[in-house]
């Protein structure tokens, strides 16, 4: 199983971003799905969060500007960030945990980084 972060880039203040993560690979099921994001000279940070049925969760420090989705049917999730702040410019990395096929078919669980997707907002 894989996951393939994109949609980063250079913008500016006051915009927007759509950041997506797929998973690929011989998935059963995926549960919850992350987004984190880590600015340089700092912790990793969980932003956002949200389950296979739906429940979301944010960080406090970005509710109502970071939006978490995702399309079970294509293994995907979305952050969407609005209003962005030159302290948003981090790399934005996406995680996974579910249940995938291994070698024998025997569904086995798995958790997962994305390579990250470099976000950078100028003021």
């Known amino acids: 199983v894989q996951l393939q972060a994109s949609g980063g880039g250079l913008v500016s203040a006051g915009g927007s971003l759509r950041l997506s993560c797929a998973a690929s690979?011989?998935?059963?099921?995926?549960?919850?799905m992350e987004w984190y994001l880590q600015a340089p000279g700092r912790q990793r940070e969980l932003v956002a969060t949200?389950?296979?049925?739906?429940?979301?969760n944010y960080a406090d420090s970005v509710k109502g500007r970071f939006t978490i989705s995702r399309d079970s049917a294509k293994n995907t999730v979305y952050l969407q960030i609005n209003n962005l702040k030159p302290e948003d410019t981090a790399v934005y990395l996406c995680?996974?945990?579910?249940?995938?096929?291994?070698?024998?078919?025997?569904?086995?669980?798995?958790?997962?980084w994305g390579q990250g997707t470099l976000v950078t907002v100028s003021s």
């Open positions: 949200i389950t296979r049925s739906g429940s979301t």
């Open positions: 995680a996974a945990e579910g249940l995938h096929y291994d070698d024998s078919g025997t569904p086995t669980a798995f958790r997962l």
């Open positions: 690979g011989s998935i059963s099921s995926i549960n919850t």
